[in-house]
T-cell receptor
Framework: DTEVTQTPKHLVMGMTNKKSLKCEQHMGHRAMYWYKQKAKKPPELMFVYSYEKLSINESVPSRFSPECPNSSLLNLHLHALQPEDSALYLC?????????????FGSGTRLTVV | GESVGLHLPTLSVQEGDNSIINCAYSNSASDYFIWYKQESGKGPQFIIDIRSNMDKRQGQRVTVLLNKTVKHLSLQIAATQPGDSAVYFCAERTSGAGSYQLTFGKGTKLSVIP
C-alpha cells in the first residue's frame, strides 16, 4: 500500500459544529503532516508529528486540534471554525529519512465552513 | 509564453515542446528540493527530487537543475503532453525541532495546447 487515505473527501460544517478529518497510511512512515491549501496558493504547513509526537505546530489557532492515535493514523479535530478556514486540508507522510525526501500526500478534504 | 497573474504564474506551451518551470528558494540550509505536480481536486504528486549537493538530476522526461549560487531551481519537461497540464510546485526540505518540514513555493500553472 503506497497511499495516504483521507476521509471525508468533502465536508460542509457550520461555525458551531465539531468535526474531525482523518488520515491513514500503511507505508510504515514515522512522520505525518497536516497542510492547509487555499485556492491558487501553495500548501501551508500546520502540524508535524514525528514518531507519534507533535514536533511542529506552526502557530495554528486552537480551533484546530491534531491527534496521532498511532503510527498509521492522524486526525484533525475541528471546532468553532470560521468561514476563512474553508480550504483543502492535506495530509502527508514521510520516512523522515536522511537519504531521501519521500513524501506522500493524500487527495485532501475539501472543507467549507458556513 | 509565461505570464504572472494575480495569484498564480501561468506557462502555456504547445504539445510536443519542452517546458521549463522555474522556482526561487530562500533557505540555504535546505537539504532536499522536490518538485510536485498537482491536478485539480487532487493532492500534490511527487515528480522528482534533488539533494542539495547535486546540480542536476534526470528522471523519465523530467530534469531538475539546482543552482545554489542564485538559489534557483528549475524543472524541465521534455515533449510536453496534454496530461502534463497541472500546477507545479517546488518545495524545500529543512530540519528543525527534531523533524523535517517541507515548505512550498508559489506554484506555476502549466497549460499544454494540443
Amino acid at each position: 500500500d503506497t497511499e495516504v487515505t483521507q476521509t471525508p473527501k468533502h465536508l460542509v460544517m457550520g461555525m458551531t459544529n465539531k468535526k474531525s478529518l482523518k488520515c491513514e497510511q500503511h507505508m510504515g512512515h514515522r512522520a505525518m503532516y497536516w497542510y492547509k491549501q487555499k485556492a491558487k496558493k501553495p500548501p501551508e504547513l500546520m502540524f508535524v508529528y514525528s514518531y507519534e509526537k507533535l514536533s511542529i505546530n506552526e502557530s495554528v489557532p486552537s480551533r484546530f486540534s491534531p491527534e496521532c492515535p498511532n503510527s498509521s493514523l492522524l486526525n484533525l479535530h475541528l471546532h468553532a471554525l470560521q468561514p476563512e478556514d474553508s480550504a483543502l486540508y492535506l495530509c502527508a507522510s514521510s520516512q523522515e529519512s536522511r537519504t531521501g525526501a519521500g513524501y506522500t500526500f493524500g487527495s485532501g478534504t475539501r472543507l467549507t465552513v458556513v | 509564453g509565461e505570464s504572472v497573474g494575480l495569484h498564480l504564474p501561468t506557462l502555456s506551451v504547445q504539445e510536443g515542446d519542452n517546458s521549463i518551470i522555474n522556482c526561487a528558494y530562500s533557505n540555504s540550509a535546505s537539504d532536499y528540493f522536490i518538485w510536485y505536480k498537482q491536478e485539480s481536486g487532487k493532492g500534490p504528486q511527487f515528480i522528482i527530487d534533488i539533494r542539495s549537493n547535486m546540480d542536476k538530476r534526470q528522471g523519465q522526461r523530467v530534469t531538475v537543475l539546482l543552482n545554489k549560487t542564485v538559489k534557483h531551481l528549475s524543472l524541465q519537461i521534455a515533449a510536453t503532453q496534454p496530461g502534463d497540464s497541472a500546477v507545479y510546485f517546488c518545495a524545500e526540505r529543512t530540519s528543525g525541532a527534531g523533524s523535517y518540514q517541507l515548505t512550498f513555493g508559489k506554484g506555476t500553472k502549466l497549460s499544454v495546447i494540443p
